[in-house]
């Protein structure tokens, strides 16, 4: 009798960590990548995996952890056919020898130790897309990012956002996927332009929309290098208002070859949010301008140091009742 009583205690133990383990089933790319041990900074990122040769590359390649794609509708390539589809392809281009559906099996099939982010250039890629998400969402063992530029911003940004509502409505229609929202901008050599900060208002206007759709699942936000170290308390402030909205907030920091940025201010930005809360997805150049020595990830250690001790008090408990 103490014996089977003893074997169910451990299933039972062995169901509890499980359920622990699986209460968020977003796979969070800070634990998924051991090798960085929590230090969102030190992951690698492939750009503009948009066509078949370099996704074969980026699935070989033992330093690339995420592969960023763009997806826009349009025609693929030796199909013998002109309906339009999602495509891995960055607008204007509108034709690709690549598709998300093509791209999606290949990571899940080939390689599934790398992460993915699917950049959507239109509303109308993303609603054409939801049949491959939903295949995604059930077959990925890996990160997923959904990203799109869903709000006007600095500096006086005109390329059109993707419009929020119809976004957020679909997206968060995913919680297993990391929600990636951010600004458009206008801002460095392509503009001639190389002032300019993110605003109040910007922070704002993005809460409010996040907020109207009621998101609770992962955000992080896609904030330009060189506008963000222009501002630091918004980019400070947004993140703590965030914390309403979810407990896992990140940012993704990003800058364009040739952009104007201020090392030493983004240096302390990322210092200040801590590396466990920040992906950095810059030039190799700027890259290595960063000084980020003595950098605290404690975000990421806090974390899973609450998840031992939830697990710890569930096992106390279950051992009294036994």
Known sequence: MKSVTSTAT??????????????????DPGTFFAKIEGNLTKIVWDHAVNNKTKLDEALKSDDVMMLEGDVTLGILKGSNSTESIPIMAHPPTNESDLSLEGFVNAVIEKNASKGIKLDFKSNEAFAASKSVLDKLR???????????????????????PVEAKSFLEQAKMYPQFILSVGWT?????ESNITEGRYTEDDAKAMLEELKKQQITQPITYPVRAGLAANDTDVIKSLMKSSSELTKNVTLTVWSSTGDKVDAARLSTLIKEIGVGKVYVDVPQDLMKSLNLSGASNANVASVTLATSLAVTVLLASILRTV
């Not at 990925?140 to 390329?159: E, Q, S």
């Not at 901008?185 to 050599?189: D, I, L, M, N, W």
């Open 10 to 27: 451990s299933l039972l133990i062995l169901a509890v960590i499980q359920a622990a383990m699986s209460a968020n089933t977003t796979i």
């Open 138 to 160: 059930n077959d990925a063992k890996f990160p997923v990012i959904l990203n799109a530029d869903i709000l006007p911003g600095p500096v006086n940004a005109t390329t059109k």
């Open 185 to 189: 901008t206008r801002y460095g050599k």
